[in-house]
């Protein structure tokens, strides 16, 4: 038979007579030992966390710096550099030093602290390998600690420049100086220059590199080429005109290969008809049609092809007259081109001949600035001891706590708790000795299902059956179903939850904090959103408007972009558990604890809690949310109002997750 996890016992009668004063002094010393033990865990527990929790956050700032030296091959002057790097760091820390810099706080940054508490606050840490020095500021107030450790810097670096003025470095500084100073005046240069450039169009000192020489050459050459063309067809007009005169017949080339074909086809018909006339008479030849054929079609080549070469001369002869005026005319617009250009190339070889004095001012600059150079590094290598600081991390002002670790100081004290208590356990059974109870049977009438033993004052004789009566109809208690508590995400953690999360787990999580719940959350197509995507409406028994921020309206119009109006709003359908999946996973990115214990039942209960502690009454829940069971309504009865009842048209809908 099970029994609860709850029973009492009564010893049976010894068999030397039984003491009921003494079981009752057992049962009280047993309960004072519970109280001693949950008593001392819980005052201690208490106590320390009171302590843990209200002790403010330490947040630190932090500056680096790099000393360099020209030198560190020989070891003699690298075991040198260390020393003056730990003579620098316990500089850093003495009270001369520190001093100074409280006087200084307080009069540029009215901050008023004294060398102990900078003292506490300040660190130094360094490096050999690296040749580094870490400066650290501690404290509850991240403001100060980058103010303070800017003017800390700041005070040493001038204090090591004025000891190296005065140990005979200034110059060094001055070489330092006159190149700065030169870079300055050469950047300057090089700005007047390229503006320069820019407005004459000059690419280049050499002067064949720029455009308007190049433009002159070019058309010199183009002249060149197109007089020669003139020249060529005035010879050609002139030798055409001179076989004119001399009676000479004058074919165009292009005429020339139809002319031939024709005066092959005359000279055949020749030759034909002169072998005819040595073989027939004169009159045979009149008489026979073929002949007179012959004859008329030489007559008629004949013709052709003189009015052919007829043609052929005049066209060659106006063919010479054209390429003559093209040849001029060009030679006359290329002289009157290059006679405009060179009155540009005078001018341009003024600018560039000024562009050229720039250019070797700028030469000039860059040679005493590399002279400097040369200088200051040989300056350097002959003070090898002489570090250079350069800082390879500026003061920052800290966004993070460093500590305390609350959770981790939260469970010592819970493990140091238990182990006080336990010891004012041990402490009190040793002091508060039970009396011990008479020798006699061990055996024990169990009474299950009750929390809190009967007290039986006298068990003589007739209470032996009286006890066996009872031990008859004993029953089962009542089994106690623990209730889960559900958890309540802070602001915090939800505007966490939303910052890491993905488009679809906004969706998911926004529309959870607005009072959809999950078989709502399921259902969602795109035509449920009304008014350009800013309301959410719900069909069914539970019929309302969910209002959308524009952050949550923008990614549905992304989501519903290309669907119909009764698709989903998911790529594909989704149960409770892949909500409650996606939850948790961007739990996880979200860095919150305990990410399995989220679901979708825990942000809808932060937004039903949200609802109630803004003074939403109970039944108007559902206007908000939707449906609610009323074991789940009852969750909220305990909710704190600030005494104060509201109707939904006043309340605040729309959780503060983004």
């Given at each position: 038979?099970?029994?609860?996890?709850?029973?009492?016992?009564?010893?049976?009668?010894?068999?030397?007579?039984?003491?009921?004063?003494?079981?009752?002094?057992?049962?009280?010393?047993?309960?004072?030992?519970?109280?001693?033990?949950?008593?001392?865990?819980?005052?201690?527990?208490?106590?320390?966390?009171?302590?843990?929790?209200?002790?403010?956050?330490?947040?630190?700032?932090?500056?680096?710096?790099?000393?360099?030296?020209?030198?560190?091959?020989?070891?003699?002057?690298?075991?040198?550099?260390?020393?003056?790097?730990?003579?620098?760091?316990?500089?850093?820390t003495?009270?001369?030093?520190?001093?100074?810099?409280?006087?200084?706080?307080?009069?540029?940054?009215?901050?008023?602290?004294?060398?102990?508490?900078?003292?506490?606050?300040?660190?130094?840490?360094?490096?050999?390998?690296?040749?580094?020095?870490?400066?650290?500021?501690?404290?509850?107030?991240?403001?100060?600690?980058?103010?303070?450790?800017?003017?800390?810097?700041?005070?040493?670096?001038?204090?090591?420049?004025?000891?190296?003025?005065?140990?005979?470095?200034?110059?060094?500084?001055?070489?330092?100086?006159?190149?700065?100073?030169?870079?300055?005046?050469?950047?300057?240069?090089?700005?007047?220059?390229?503006?320069?450039?820019?407005?004459?169009?000059?690419v280049?000192?050499?002067?064949?590199?720029?455009?308007?020489?190049?433009?002159?050459?070019?058309?010199?050459?183009?002249?060149?080429?197109?007089?020669?063309?003139?020249?060529?067809?005035?010879?050609?007009?002139d030798?055409?005109?001179?076989s004119?005169?001399?009676?000479?017949?004058?074919?165009?080339?292009v005429?020339?290969?139809?002319i031939?074909?024709?005066?092959?086809?005359?000279?055949?018909?020749?030759?034909?008809?002169?072998?005819?006339?040595?073989?027939?008479?004169?009159?045979?030849?009149?008489?026979?049609?073929?002949?007179?054929?012959?004859?008329?079609?030489?007559?008629?080549?004949?013709?052709?092809?003189?009015q052919?070469?007829?043609?052929?001369?005049?066209?060659?002869?106006?063919?010479?007259?054209?390429?003559?005026?093209?040849?001029?005319?060009?030679?006359?617009?290329?002289?009157?081109?290059?006679?405009?250009?060179?009155?540009?190339?005078?001018?341009?070889?003024?600018?560039?001949?000024?562009?050229?004095?720039?250019?070797?001012?700028?030469?000039?600059?860059?040679?005493?600035?590399?002279?400097?150079?040369?200088?200051?590094?040989?300056?350097?290598?002959?003070?090898?001891?002489?570090?250079?600081?350069?800082?390879?991390?500026?003061?920052?002002?800290?966004?993070?706590?460093?500590?305390?670790?609350?959770?981790?100081?939260?469970?010592?004290?819970?493990v140091?708790?238990?182990?006080?208590?336990?010891?004012?356990?041990?402490?009190?059974?040793?002091?508060?000795r039970?009396?011990?109870?008479?020798?006699?049977?061990?055996?024990?009438?169990?009474?299950?299902?009750?929390?809190?033993g009967?007290?039986?004052?006298?068990?003589?004789?007739?209470?032996?059956?009286?006890?066996?009566?009872?031990?008859?109809?004993?029953?089962?208690?009542?089994?106690?179903?623990?209730?889960?508590?559900?958890?309540?995400?802070?602001?915090?953690?939800?505007?966490?939850?939303?910052?890491?999360?993905?488009?679809?787990?906004?969706?998911?999580?926004?529309?959870?904090?607005?009072?959809?719940?999950?078989?709502?959350?399921?259902?969602?197509?795109?035509?449920?959103?009304?008014?350009?995507y800013?309301?959410?409406?719900?069909?069914?028994?539970?019929?309302?408007?969910?209002?959308?921020?524009?952050?949550?309206?923008?990614?549905?119009?992304?989501?519903?972009?290309?669907?119909?109006?009764?698709?989903?709003?998911?790529?594909?359908?989704?149960?409770?558990?892949?909500?409650?999946?996606?939850?948790?996973?961007?739990?996880?990115?979200?860095?919150?604890?305990y990410?399995?214990?989220?679901?979708?039942?825990?942000?809808?209960?932060?937004?039903?809690?949200?609802?109630?502690?803004?003074?939403?009454?109970?039944?108007?829940?559902?206007?908000?949310?939707?449906?609610?069971?009323?074991?789940?309504?009852?969750?909220?009865?305990?909710?704190n109002?600030?005494?104060?009842?509201?109707?939904?048209?006043?309340?605040?809908?729309?959780?503060?997750?983004?």
């Amino acid at each position: 038979m099970p029994f609860s996890n709850k029973v009492d016992y009564i010893p049976n009668m010894p068999s030397g007579g039984y003491d009921p004063l003494a079981a009752q002094e057992q049962k009280k010393v047993q309960k004072k030992r519970w109280q001693v033990l949950v008593g001392v865990f819980l005052f201690v527990l208490t106590i320390a966390n009171i302590f843990i929790w209200s002790r403010a956050p330490e947040y630190q700032s932090q500056a680096i710096m790099h000393f360099s030296y020209t030198t560190q091959n020989a070891q003699e002057l690298d075991y040198i550099a260390q020393q003056q790097l730990s003579l620098n760091q316990q500089r850093l820390t003495s009270n001369s030093l520190l001093q100074t810099l409280s006087v200084k706080l307080r009069e540029e940054d009215l901050i008023d602290l004294n060398v102990q508490q900078l003292r506490d606050m300040l660190s130094a840490t360094a490096s050999e390998t690296g040749k580094i020095i870490t400066l650290q500021t501690a404290g509850p107030t991240p403001e100060l600690l980058k103010s303070v450790l800017q003017q800390w810097l700041s005070l040493y670096t001038s204090l090591l420049e004025r000891e190296r003025v005065s140990n005979g470095s200034d110059e060094i500084l001055q070489y330092q100086e006159q190149l700065t100073a030169l870079e300055q005046k050469i950047a300057q240069q090089k700005q007047v220059i390229n503006e320069f450039s820019q407005a004459n169009n000059i690419v280049s000192s050499e002067r064949n590199d720029n455009r308007i020489p190049n433009k002159i050459k070019g058309l010199g050459i183009s002249l060149d080429e197109a007089e020669a063309q003139k020249t060529q067809a005035l010879a050609e007009l002139d030798s055409i005109n001179e076989s004119l005169a001399n009676g000479q017949m004058i074919e165009r080339p292009v005429d020339k290969s139809s002319i031939d074909v024709n005066r092959a086809a005359v000279q055949e018909l020749a030759v034909e008809l002169s072998a005819l006339s040595e073989k027939y008479t004169q009159e045979y030849l009149q008489r026979d049609p073929e002949v007179v054929a012959k004859q008329q079609k030489f007559i008629s080549l004949s013709k052709d092809l003189e009015q052919q070469i007829a043609d052929s001369q005049l066209l060659y002869l106006q063919d010479s007259r054209r390429n003559l005026a093209v040849s001029v005319s060009k030679v006359n617009a290329l002289r009157e081109q290059l006679a405009d250009f060179q009155d540009q190339a005078q001018d341009f070889n003024q600018k560039l001949e000024q562009y050229r004095r720039l250019d070797e001012s700028l030469k000039e600059l860059q040679s005493q600035a590399q002279t400097l150079k040369n200088q200051l590094v040989a300056q350097e290598v002959s003070k090898p001891f002489d570090a250079k600081i350069s800082i390879l991390e500026q003061p920052f002002t800290p966004e993070f706590p460093i500590g305390p670790n609350y959770w981790q100081d939260t469970l010592i004290s819970v493990v140091a708790a238990i182990l006080l208590a336990v010891v004012a356990l041990l402490l009190f059974s040793f002091i508060v000795r039970q009396k011990s109870l008479p020798a006699g049977g061990t055996n024990f009438v169990v009474l299950p299902g009750q929390q809190h033993g009967n007290h039986y004052a006298e068990l003589q004789g007739a209470e032996q059956a009286k006890l066996g009566s009872r031990a008859q109809p004993l029953q089962l208690g009542e089994q106690h179903t623990q209730q889960t508590n559900i958890r309540l995400l802070t602001t915090a953690e939800c505007q966490g939850l939303y910052s890491v999360a993905n488009k679809q787990a906004k969706v998911v999580i926004s529309l959870l904090l607005s009072g959809v719940n999950a078989s709502e959350l399921s259902k969602i197509t795109k035509g449920d959103f009304v008014q350009a995507y800013t309301q959410l409406q719900i069909s069914g028994a539970y019929a309302r408007q969910v209002k959308l921020t524009k952050q949550l309206t923008t990614i549905i119009e992304q989501l519903c972009e290309g669907q119909q109006a009764d698709d989903l709003l998911w790529v594909s359908p989704l149960s409770t558990e892949d909500f409650c999946q996606i939850i948790i996973n961007t739990g996880h990115d979200a860095e919150l604890p305990y990410p399995e214990q989220l679901s979708t039942e825990v942000l809808r209960h932060t937004y039903l809690t949200y609802l109630v502690s803004q003074g939403v009454r109970l039944n108007d829940l559902e206007q908000l949310s939707g449906y609610l069971k009323p074991a789940e309504l009852a969750k909220y009865r305990a909710v704190n109002r600030h005494g104060k009842s509201v109707d939904i048209e006043q309340i605040d809908t729309i959780f503060p997750y983004s």
